[in-house]
């Protein structure tokens, strides 16, 4: 395990906009992963493992402060009263142990909120499961991080080694900063105090900037022109309407899927694109299926896509994400046209760069009355219809608590007006699929699944057979080199 990683003492407004939205019950920013292993871990290698864990991630050991009337993002602060036995639990599977038992199990416990007077996450140690297996199903707030950092905090700290660690880490003295409103409002005037002036030094450097090379200011200026323009759009797009819409309660169902990363892989070689391209059009292609089902024809719906905008000098907690709205083309029955307007719509997306300008709405979210960000809020994520982000994952085997890991299921939160988020995590060969189901509006779940696979063998199948498509960039897209996917969050 590497040493200490630096995390930051107070929220940037990504983070605050997740902490602050979970004041809307129905929109509880939870994400969570389900760790299958080959063997079951016994109890004490999984807690010294996590007190590892614990002991190197700050995070996992501080609580939320909200500052006084809104004047800064909230800060973390170290929990005095820290007990890892609080947020590590075990829980029983029943017989005979499969994995439908075992969702059934941990499904509530995703949806059970956290206590905000403690550290933001729990995670529960399986025990019953057929053949031995084992299981580790962990659930954080999303205003500790994003897809990507938590994917790479998965790499680093869990490696690819099943010898345990040497010792535990050495007893880490609490910084006991003080949590009475007059000291939390000073250092909330320190931090607005460093951000104005870190502002004022921005400035002065673009105006410097600008007098020495016009041209490229210019050039500068035009590409925040695009990216406005594409920003204003996507805010201004009415939301697509399904009639299969339902009111939103507060229970969750989670399930799963497994989609061959080799096959995808090779279908994008063929047709041109990204990973995260075909994934939408597998994705679309399952929606289709679901509303044909309930005999409602819709041609298109918004899928709130999570791009990361994460570079490798940020710190690996806290969100460095953009949530941008992707049209989806439901209607569409052709798998390949599926996805050649997939591509059409990501490659603006990808030229205008408007993914660069949400930071900056989330910070003017930030300043405003709380009661008015929560309205915008719900406003933007009701435009969207449901969720889909793609996260990709280490290619080698990594281990848990001495234990090869098998699988690797991701869950992320539900918005828009749809019962279902999408989750993709790739860990080695397989794409693992995590499905979020409020069960109250979807009661159908077994449909949807049947829809995925069936989207999932025909995109295949399409790709197998195409012929391959020129190496050429979408329209306004730069040539880059090939990747395995744009990376989502």
């Known amino acids: ?53 614990a002991g190197r991630l700050a995070r996992m050991r501080q609580r939320v402060v909200e500052v006084p009337f809104g004047l800064a993002p909230p800060e973390w602060v170290d929990d005095i009263q820290f007990d890892l036995d609080y947020h590590l639990r075990e829980v029983a599977v029943p017989a005979p142990g499969g994995m439908e038992e075992l969702l059934r199990e941990i499904s509530p416990l995703y949806a059970t909120p956290f206590d905000p007077k403690r550290p933001l996450w729990e995670a529960y140690v399986a025990e019953g499961l057929l053949g031995g297996r084992g299981a580790v199903f962990v659930k954080m707030h999303h205003c500790m991080t994003d897809g990507v950092g938590g994917s790479r905090l998965f790499e680093s700290l869990l490696g690819g080694r099943a010898e345990p660690a040497a010792g535990l880490p050495p007893a880490r003295m609490v910084e006991r900063r003080s949590v009475h409103a007059a000291a939390v409002l000073w250092r909330a005037l320190l931090y607005d105090i460093q951000e104005a002036i870190r502002a004022s030094g921005a400035v002065l450097d673009g105006v410097a900037s600008a007098v020495g090379d016009p041209r490229a200011t210019l050039a500068g200026i035009g590409r925040t022109l695009r990216a406005v323009s594409g920003f204003a759009r996507e805010l201004t797009t009415s939301r697509a ?15 799963t899927f497994d989609m061959s990363l080799a096959e995808i892989d090779a279908v994008r070689s063929r047709l041109g694109g990204t990973v995260n391209d075909i994934v939408l059009t597998i994705v679309s292609g399952a929606m289709h299926r679901w ?48 996805l050649r307007i997939v591509q059409q719509h990501m490659g603006q997306v990808k030229a205008d760069r408007r993914a660069t300008l949400y930071p900056w709405l989330a910070g003017v979210m930030m300043v405003l009355p709380l009661a008015i960000a929560k309205r915008i809020g719900r406003q933007q994520t009701m435009r969207t219809n449901f969720v889909c982000t793609n996260v990709p994952g280490p290619r080698r085997v ?54 995925l696979r069936e989207s999932y063998e025909e995109t295949m199948n399409v790709g197998r057979h195409a012929e391959r498509a020129p190496r050429r960039p979408p329209r306004g897209v730069q040539r880059r080199s090939p990747a395995r996917g744009a990376r989502s969050a």
């Open 291 to 338: 509303h044909t089902a309930h005999g409602a024809d819709v041609r298109s719906l918004r899928a709130l896509v999570p791009v990361s905008i994460r570079g490798e000098r940020d710190p690996l907690g806290g969100n460095r994400l953009a949530l941008l709205a992707m049209t989806l083309p439901i209607g569409e029955p052709n798998p390949l046209r599926r």
């Open 1 to 53: 395990m590497p040493a200490e990683v630096t995390w930051p003492n107070r929220m940037n407004p990504t983070d605050a906009v997740f902490w602050f939205m979970d004041k809307i019950p129905e929109f509880r920013s939870m994400i969570g992963a389900l760790i299958l292993l080959e063997r079951a871990p016994s109890r004490q290698r999984i807690r010294e493992d996590f007190e590892r864990l």
């Open 241 to 255: 309407r399904s009639p299969v819409r339902r009111r939103r309660s507060l229970s969750r169902r989670l399930a």
């Open 398 to 451: 990594c281990y848990l608590a001495g234990e090869a890991i098998e699988r690797v299921y991701p869950y992320a939160p539900l918005v828009g007006d749809h019962p279902i988020a999408i989750a993709l995590y790739s860990y080695r060969d397989i794409v693992c699929v995590g499905l979020d189901i409020d069960p109250m509006a979807m009661r159908d779940l077994p449909r949807f699944l049947d829809g």
